[in-house]
């Protein structure tokens, strides 16, 4: 009988319209950290962007499309972290075929660039001055994506799926205190450009809480790839304009800010491609933990530490024997990314390696349960491990930006997407394209400007074409080839540990989802110090953490984490933050207790 009825509730909402593209702005949907029920289920960082992927899902689209929708939605409401102009790493479940396949839309570096892209008069130039210019956009990704994810596996045009965006952007929708905060920290940046200060600073000052933002601009550009397909991005008019911005920025005439330009050319565009690729894959106390492969370090590095963590029976540990070998852990995993992990197109990235248990139970008996290692350490050699070894001095890990998105959605027949998407600094360059409403990334700043450690290989130097190494962990986890859960999270580098510790909390503490995401964050990174929100400093754990060595310092927030669980009962959880970048917006398409 509870079938029956479930499959006439659904028939119902299947045939049920999207909400109205006149929907009043002011009547903003709220924002819910966890939402149960049958039909699907999304999981976003914002209510319209979430509301939007559940409308899809009720008019009959699939995971992929509604992650489109979201996507493209979150590059009107979130357009600070993601957008068209950035990237990023899409992974799917396939329910029919129980097979999970991965897209590369990273960044690529112009086909002029070379390892000295950031090096002037010898010496690397300021990150500061890297960050806001053109100097630091990579050809961006994110089209590229959509059109392959919906080509591959889904069930919608790109046209359909963007149309609900591109509406969202021409009614516009309410500024909420992280939009105006974000607007606020980047105002002396965004004054620079005139294209980004006509957008959001208009009369001079950010828009104002409670106030509705448009952006017809945006929606036009949307309007172009849905008539014309992502060829107008790579191949046509936004384009061309998006070239012209990196090459000759739009700087406000009296500005004192230095704005190099970059070489971007329209051919860089044009030969761009979002391949496919092998998914990581990690076997971890009876799940499969399944991952982005490199470019991203995220699949290897997660999986690594999780592998390192299997040595110890995490369920039976003392909270601070947990978290001890938690951060010991991600240290490791961190001293051998940063050695090993670059574009596997530029470097031979030894991936089965650094995931096989061999190696981890090398680096695993370093870990002692009595003392804390003193960061930086050094790396193994995952292609020849011995024994609590190194190989070369240590390498430490560069600095990345934290302003990135993620997104999670599974739908009625099982399929799940989780993806991670970018323009890497908070406001990415700086640079709005004139007359096309979106930010251009700075992602060739997660290049190295010079190698890490003098006389060490650095696998992350710039290279024409060269998609820079990241950290973006979108994960999907398994069990007896079905997904279980699914997650990512933004965060620069602590995106990695992020993951490992709801993961860990989740699969091994038993801590429920939502309060796993919730639960106060530490983020170490093989560094002399491990960053910690204030919440984990004040919990019970941290002295006792002292005294076995760690050291700490304070930082805000680490990640905001979105997640879907399937229940043993055949429904969805979506999950995500209840505070952190003012908490989250899960939905269900059927709710349920």
Same mark, same amino acid.
């Given at each position: 009988m509870l079938r029956s009825t479930v499959a006439s509730v659904l028939a119902s909402l299947l045939v049920a319209p999207l909400l109205p593209a006149t929907a009043s702005a002011a009547a903003a949907p709220p924002r819910v950290p966890e939402a149960v029920g049958f039909g699907g289920v999304v999981s976003s960082i914002d209510p319209d962007a979430s509301q939007i992927g559940v409308d899809v899902l009720r008019r009959g689209g699939n995971a992929v499309d509604a992650a489109v929708a979201v996507a493209a939605a979150l590059g009107v409401t979130d357009p600070f972290s993601a957008g068209i102009g950035g990237g990023g790493f899409f992974v799917h479940y396939d329910a029919r075929t129980h097979r999970v396949s991965t897209v590369d839309g990273r960044e690529t570096a112009p086909a002029s660039a070379g390892a000295d892209l950031f090096?002037?008069?010898?010496?690397?130039?300021?990150?500061?001055?890297?960050?806001? @210019?053109?100097?630091?956009?990579?050809?961006?990704?994110?089209?590229?994506?959509?059109?392959?994810?919906?080509?591959? &596996?889904?069930? &919608? @045009?790109?046209?359909?799926?963007?149309?609900?965006a591109e509406e969202l952007a021409r009614r516009g929708f309410t500024v909420d205190p992280t939009f105006h905060r974000q607007v606020t920290d980047n105002?002396?940046?965004?004054?620079?450009?005139? @294209?980004?200060?006509?957008?959001?600073?208009?009369?001079?000052?950010?828009?104002?809480?409670?106030?509705?933002?448009?952006?017809?601009?945006?929606?036009?550009?949307?309007?172009?790839?849905?008539?014309?397909?992502?060829?107008?991005?790579?191949?046509?008019?936004?384009?061309?304009?998006?070239?012209?911005?990196?090459?000759?920025?739009?700087?406000?005439?009296?500005?004192?800010?230095?704005?190099?330009?970059?070489?971007?050319t329209e051919a860089d565009l044009a030969g761009y491609e979002a391949p496919l690729r092998?998914?990581?894959?990690?076997?971890?106390?009876?799940?499969?933990?399944?991952?982005?492969?490199?470019?991203?370090s995220g699949g290897t590095t997660a999986g690594e530490a999780l592998n390192i963590l299997e040595t110890a029976d995490l369920p039976a540990e003392t909270p601070v024997q947990y978290l001890h070998r938690f951060l010991e852990s991600t240290r490791l995993s961190f001293a051998d990314r940063n050695r090993w992990?670059?574009?596997?197109?530029?470097?031979?990235?030894?991936t089965r390696e650094l995931l096989s248990q061999r190696f981890a139970d090398s680096r695993a008996c370093l870990i002692a349960p009595t003392a804390a290692m003193t960061g930086p350490v050094a790396p193994g050699d995952p292609r020849n491990p011995a024994p609590c070894a190194a190989s070369g001095p240590p390498v430490a890990t560069p600095y990345e930006g934290t302003d990135t998105t993620?997104?999670?959605?599974?739908d009625r027949w099982g399929n799940v997407v989780a993806y991670t998407l970018t323009i890497e600094q908070e406001g990415g360059s700086g640079i709005v394209v004139p007359g096309r409403g979106f930010l251009l990334n700075n992602e060739l700043t997660d290049f190295s400007f010079t190698p890490v450690t003098p006389g060490v290989p650095d696998p992350n130097l710039p290279g024409p074409g060269k998609r820079p190494r990241s950290s973006m962990t979108p994960t999907i986890v398994l069990q007896h080839g079905k997904p279980v859960l699914a997650l990512g999270s933004p965060g620069g580098a602590s995106i990695i540990t992020t993951v490992v510790q709801v993961l860990t909390q989740r699969l091994d503490r038993g801590l429920p989802l939502v309060e796993a995401i919730a639960a106060p964050r530490a983020s170490q990174r093989n560094a002399a110090t491990t960053q910690a929100e204030a919440a984990f400093l004040a919990g019970p754990e941290a002295e006792p953490l002292r005294a076995l060595g760690h050291r700490f310092t304070s930082t805000a927030e680490i990640g905001a984490v979105t997640a879907v669980e399937r229940l043993p009962d055949g429904r969805w959880r979506a999950a995500a933050e209840t505070s952190r970048r003012g908490g989250g917006a899960a939905r269900a398409v059927w709710p349920t207790p």
């Open positions: 090096v002037e008069d010898g010496a690397a130039i300021p990150f500061a001055e890297a960050v806001t @210019s053109g100097l630091s956009v990579g050809v961006p990704g994110t089209p590229r994506t959509w059109q392959q994810a919906l080509r591959h &596996w889904g069930t &919608w @045009s790109l046209d359909r799926a963007v149309r609900p105002a002396a940046r965004f004054a620079d450009f005139t @294209s980004t200060s006509a957008l959001y600073l208009p009369g001079g000052a950010p828009p104002a809480v409670g106030s509705t933002f448009r952006n017809p601009d945006l929606a036009d550009t949307y309007r172009e790839l849905r008539r014309h397909g992502v060829s107008a991005f790579y191949r046509g008019a936004v384009g061309r304009d998006l070239v012209a911005a990196v090459r000759q920025p739009p700087v406000v005439a009296g500005a004192t800010r230095e704005v190099r330009s970059g070489d971007l092998e998914p990581t894959r990690t076997r971890y106390r009876g799940y499969d933990v399944v991952g982005m492969a490199p470019p991203s992990v670059g574009d596997p197109a530029f470097v031979d990235v030894p993620h997104l999670t959605v599974a």
